[in-house]
C-alpha cells in the first residue's frame, strides 16, 4: 500500500482514500459478516488481528488498496471518513512472472449500498489508475461461483471468463486492456480527480475548526 498511501481518487459516487487505522472498527463490523466472510472467502479476525493487518498492508509493496467512500456523504465537513465507508478495491501485483497483470477484489461493505453502482465505479476508478500510475494491461478477478452479482458487474466491465475452479468454487474473469479498452476506460473515468491525502485532511481539519 505504499504505492497509494496519500493519494485519493474522487469520483461522481465514490471516493478512493487509503486504508488507515482509523477505518478499521468499521471494516471490521462488515467482516464479522458470515455473508461477506464466505463471498470473499475470509476468516474473521480480532479486532486487533484486523489493525495488525492493516499494518502489514500499509508497508507492503505488492498490494494497493483503497477504502470506498460515499462522495456525496463525504463532501458534508461533519461527516467523518468512517461515517461514509461502503466498501473496499484492491491491486494485488504479485505475479513474479507478469509485472503488467494484477488482481482485482471490491467489495461492498455496506449492504444498503449494493446494486447501486458504486462498486462499478469503484472498480473502473481502481483499473484506470493500475493502468495510468502502475502500468497494469491485464486485470484478473476471481469470484466465487454463488457470487453472481459480482460476476455479472464484471462482465458487465467487459471482463471474459477463463477458467471454473470447481475444487475451490470460483471463476476467473480476465480483461486484456488493448487500445480500444485503454480509451473506453479512460472515458469513463475522465471525471475523476487525484488528490493528496495530507492535504485534504489538513484542509477538513481547517473547514471543522
Known amino acids: 500500500m505504499r504505492i497509494n498511501q496519500n493519494t485519493v481518487l474522487q469520483g461522481k459516487r465514490v471516493t478512493l482514500v487509503p486504508y488507515t487505522s482509523a477505518h478499521v472498527p468499521r471494516y471490521h463490523e462488515w467482516m464479522k459478516s458470515e455473508e461477506l466472510q464466505r463471498l470473499t472467502a475470509s476468516e474473521p479476525l480480532s479486532l486487533e488481528q484486523e489493525y495488525e493487518m492493516q499494518r502489514s498492508?500499509?508497508?507492503?509493496?505488492?498490494?494497493?488498496?483503497?477504502?470506498?467512500?460515499d462522495t456525496e456523504?463525504?463532501?458534508?465537513?461533519?461527516?467523518?471518513?468512517?461515517?461514509?465507508?461502503?466498501?473496499?478495491?484492491?491491486?494485488?501485483?504479485?505475479?513474479?512472472?507478469?509485472?503488467?497483470?494484477?488482481?482485482?477484489?471490491?467489495?461492498?461493505?455496506?449492504?444498503?449500498?449494493?446494486?447501486?453502482?458504486?462498486?462499478?465505479?469503484a472498480t473502473q476508478?481502481?483499473?484506470?489508475?493500475?493502468?495510468?500510475?502502475?502500468?497494469?494491461?491485464?486485470?484478473?478477478?476471481?469470484?466465487?461461483?454463488?457470487?453472481?452479482?459480482?460476476?455479472?458487474?464484471?462482465?458487465?466491465?467487459?471482463?471474459?471468463?477463463v477458467e471454473v475452479n470447481s475444487v475451490f468454487q470460483e471463476v476467473t474473469l480476465r480483461l486484456r486492456v488493448d487500445e480500444q479498452e485503454r480509451g473506453w476506460l479512460l472515458e469513463q473515468t475522465s471525471?475523476?480527480?487525484?488528490?493528496?491525502?495530507?492535504?485534504?485532511?489538513?484542509?477538513?481539519?481547517?473547514?471543522?475548526?
Open 125 to 161: 476508478i481502481m483499473m484506470s489508475y493500475g493502468m495510468t500510475r502502475l502500468g497494469l494491461i491485464t486485470f484478473e478477478a476471481k469470484i466465487g461461483l454463488e457470487n453472481k452479482a459480482s460476476i455479472s458487474m464484471f462482465k458487465k466491465l467487459h471482463f471474459k471468463e
Open 191 to 209: 471525471h475523476v480527480e487525484e488528490k493528496n491525502y495530507n492535504v485534504m485532511k489538513l484542509q477538513n481539519r481547517a473547514c471543522n475548526s
Open 57 to 69: 498492508w500499509q508497508e507492503d509493496t505488492d498490494k494497493c488498496t483503497f477504502i470506498i467512500l
Open 73 to 121: 456523504k463525504w463532501s458534508r465537513q461533519s461527516a467523518t471518513e468512517e461515517d461514509c465507508m461502503v466498501g473496499d478495491v484492491n491491486l494485488f501485483l504479485t505475479n513474479s512472472e507478469d509485472s503488467t497483470l494484477g488482481e482485482i477484489e471490491v467489495m461492498i461493505g455496506e449492504a444498503s449500498y449494493r446494486g447501486r453502482g458504486f462498486g462499478k465505479e
